[in-house]
């Protein structure tokens, strides 16, 4: 194990939702605090159903403030009455929050941003107002990160794209999946009849049932693949386009073999049941569920949306990428990969260079050693 200089982790960031971020900062602070490290969880909001996950050994600065931008000051406070040797500053709202506290704090410690999503595919469908304020931001705020870390290949390109900033501060980490903990949730019984028949193929999706997980153009492809097999189709997750994709399904006939049973708290069992897995997301930051499927042996199919998926399946080399909201080509693949699916062993090989283990160690010294080898100093903005 690497020995690292920084003894004393802040990770700045929210906790009011359900979403993949959470699950990723309890993964990453429960390997440092295994490792030696003081972390310190600094919530703006301390709420959300990941909040009770919290590893033990983190200790958690709740700010108490309604939103992010109004946690400045009280993240000020923190920094100049118990400096980090390195903050991570989480999400795009983390991030500026960050950067103003740290001038009013004159916080000297590292300061490193941290982008979960493909900015420009997330602001594609937004209003112009969003879309200046929000690029106007990272370019205003970003230089004075001393980096910025980007969960895939194509976060970072696409945030180097925005903000100008050069390639030695801004890096690629991706994100912490498979656990020991992955493997014993999957290990239980899915509650669902579907998975103690044989012979009919379950196919799944997961995630927020919104327009970035495109669901419809899945039931859509479902469709296709139904009129020439058997299969079900099952969607885990809540949201906003529950309705109208249960309607898309009874308009298109196979409403009987489509389900939503909502959110699970544990889908693992439901994933490694299944007999394939489909992403069909207009975009992602990484997609972590992909490696969670592989890891489980679970052949998998992609929309090749920014960004992840070809990171993650190699350009194709461990599941079929297609084309975003092209049902046509996803039913084909589903297809074919329903008739020839990769071997297990080979699909769990490629899911082994995401354990915590791993990839807590890339953040650990990343954020012991930062950019300074490529001359940058911290605070300095260019």
């Given at each position: 194990m690497i020995s690292h200089s920084r003894k004393h982790i802040a990770i700045f960031v929210s906790y009011s939702g359900q979403g993949g971020v959470e699950h990723v900062m309890n993964l990453l602070s429960r390997e440092f605090v295994a490792k030696g490290v003081?972390?310190?969880l600094v919530l703006s909001r301390a709420a959300g159903a990941h909040l009770g996950s919290i590893p033990r050994g983190v200790n958690i600065v709740d700010l108490r403030t309604r939103h992010t931008y109004s946690a400045i000051f009280r993240?000020?406070?923190?920094l100049r009455t118990t400096p980090p040797d390195a903050l991570l500053a989480v999400k795009h709202r983390g991030i500026l929050t960050a950067v103003l506290a740290r001038f009013i704090s004159e916080y000297k410690g590292m300061l490193a941003g941290n982008i979960h999503t493909n900015v420009s595919a997330s602001l594609k469908h937004s209003s112009w107002l969003k879309r200046t304020g929000y690029i106007s931001g990272m370019r205003l705020f970003y230089k004075w990160t001393?980096?910025?870390?980007g969960v895939s290949q194509g976060v970072a390109d696409d945030i180097m794209k925005i903000t100008g900033l050069p390639p030695q501060k801004v890096i690629t980490i991706h994100n912490p999946v498979v656990t020991e903990?992955?493997?014993s949730?999957?290990?239980?019984?899915?509650?669902h009849p579907w998975f103690k028949e044989t012979g009919v193929p379950v196919i799944l999706g997961m995630g927020r049932l919104t327009k970035q997980k495109d669901f419809h153009t899945l039931i859509q492809a479902f469709a296709m693949v139904r009129k020439g097999r058997q299969g079900r189709l099952m969607i885990l997750g809540?949201?906003?386009?529950?309705?109208?994709l249960k309607e898309?399904?009874?308009?298109?006939?196979?409403?009987?073999?489509?389900?939503?049973p909502g959110f699970q708290k544990n889908p693992f069992p439901y994933l490694a049941g299944s007999s394939l897995f489909v992403l069909s997301s207009r975009w992602e930051g990484f997609g972590m569920v992909l490696v969670e499927a592989l890891a489980l042996g679970v052949p998998v199919v992609s929309t090749d949306c920014p960004s992840g998926p070809r990171e993650i399946l190699e350009n194709g080399r461990y599941g079929f990428l297609v084309p975003v909201e092209d049902p046509m080509a996803l039913s084909?693949?589903?297809?074919?990969t329903l008739d020839n699916p990769i071997p297990s062993d080979v699909l769990e090989t490629a899911a082994s260079r995401y354990t915590t283990e791993r990839i807590s160690e890339d953040y650990l010294l990343t954020l012991s050693e930062g950019p300074s080898r490529s001359g940058y100093s911290p605070g300095s903005a260019d």
């Open positions: 003081r972390v310190d993240l000020a406070k923190y001393d980096l910025v870390i903990e992955l493997f949730k999957a290990a239980l019984p899915a509650d809540d949201g906003g386009d529950l309705e109208s898309l399904a009874e308009k298109l006939g196979v409403a009987g073999d489509v389900e939503f084909r693949a589903i297809g074919n």
